[in-house]
């Protein structure tokens, strides 16, 4: 909400009247009154307190008694629609209601950024039944530094990437290894690479299926000379559990049911190394499972190195991605980095090089 705030008064200070809308969760189009798949009811005083004006919130998104509440509004109003996901077609990017939002305005203003890389009624269908379609000032922000980070990087162009699974980052990896001069891997998704390695990983989680896959992503990272940096100690504990038994140990000689939950303090020196010497830098996953607070200090470092990198060097920083950027601001870092965005499926698609529905619906960007 606070990051749709300055497009949002930059309308109303222009004398526009605004319409919001927007989801929460998935009711897979069912009315559901309370919840994270409820009414967006509680957003309203916060809203209200942000914006410095009243919102009034619909309990529907289309029809006759909405168009009318469009039509009322005078000058510098806002009205909040309902969940969008309540009507099944909004993810179907259904025409009937694309067509309906369309009626409410004259023009359509895509700030969404978390969900453009979906072809929604909300997100894309609607753009085609408005006189003009513009980005907002955080879809904006949002291009220029992911898409710059990619396109026309101040190098050398570094990428942090974690989480638990390979297969859920394979495309950006790939995508990765074509633009970055160094990836540092990070997470549960290293004991895929080092079980393609012909290392012992334990108890550790891991992707049997995408061994090979590893294997190759090592090959082509080596052809390219790209850098592909993969931690050399990990934090290891006896369960998955705040209150496990934990060692450190070489990523060689991980042994029994020992698991790894975190990067280890040789991994974060040679980390910080490759980072000091980069000016473009994008983390997108989290090193360890940072929820747990003795398997955060992989993922607070690397937070905190980025962190360095901006205010003592200019380095160019973007943190995406739920968890990392959880991470940075439960770190208290957020405002020590050059961007955080708001859109995690969306910013990997973006740094795969992906057209962006949301995006390419725009008759303005």
Request: proline share 4%.
């Amino acid at each position: 909400m606070r990051a749709i705030v300055p497009t949002a008064k930059y309308l109303l200070d222009k004398g526009a009247n605004v319409i919001l809308c927007s989801h929460f969760g998935r009711p897979k189009g069912q009315i559901i009154e309370t919840g994270k798949n409820g009414r967006l009811n509680p957003v309203v005083p916060r809203l209200t307190e942000l914006l410095g004006v009243p919102v009034k919130k619909l309990d529907d998104t289309i029809g006759d008694e909405i168009e009318r509440e469009a039509k009322e509004l005078t000058e510098s109003q806002v009205l909040l629609l309902e969940n969008t996901r309540f009507y099944a077609g909004e993810t179907k990017n259904d025409p009937a209601l694309s067509e309906g939002l369309g009626k409410l305005a004259d023009y359509f203003v895509m700030d969404a950024f978390g969900t453009a890389h979906r072809a929604h009624s909300s997100t894309a269908g609607v753009a085609s039944h408005m006189k003009l379609c513009a980005a907002g000032y955080l879809m904006e922000k949002e291009l220029k530094y992911l898409k710059g980070a990619v396109d026309s990087p101040n190098r050398p162009l570094a990428a942090i990437v974690g989480g638990a699974k390979v297969s859920t980052k394979i495309p950006v990896l790939e995508s990765l290894i074509d633009k970055c001069d160094v990836i540092l891997l990070g997470g549960a998704m290293i004991f895929t690479f080092y079980k393609a390695l012909g290392y012992n990983i334990g108890k550790s989680m891991v992707e049997e299926d995408m061994t090979g896959l590893a294997s190759k992503l090592m090959e082509k990272a080596k052809k390219k000379g790209v850098e592909l940096v993969l931690p050399t100690d990990v934090i290891l504990a006896d369960a998955f559990d705040a209150n496990a038994n934990t060692k450190t140990a070489k990523a060689t000689e991980i042994d029994g049911d020992w698991m790894g939950l975190d990067i280890g303090p040789e991994s974060l020196e040679t980390f910080a190394g490759h980072i000091g010497k980069c000016n473009t830098i994008i983390f997108n996953g989290p090193m360890g499972v940072f929820e747990i607070p003795k398997f955060a200090n992989g993922t607070i470092t690397v937070a905190k190195l980025l962190a360095d990198a901006t205010t003592e060097r200019g380095a160019v920083t973007i943190v995406g991605g739920g968890d990392s950027v959880a991470a940075v601001n439960q770190a208290g870092l957020g405002d020590k980095v050059s961007h955080i965005s708001t859109g995690g499926g969306a910013s990997l698609e973006l740094l795969e090089g992906k057209e962006l529905p949301g995006v390419a619906a725009l008759t303005e960007v």
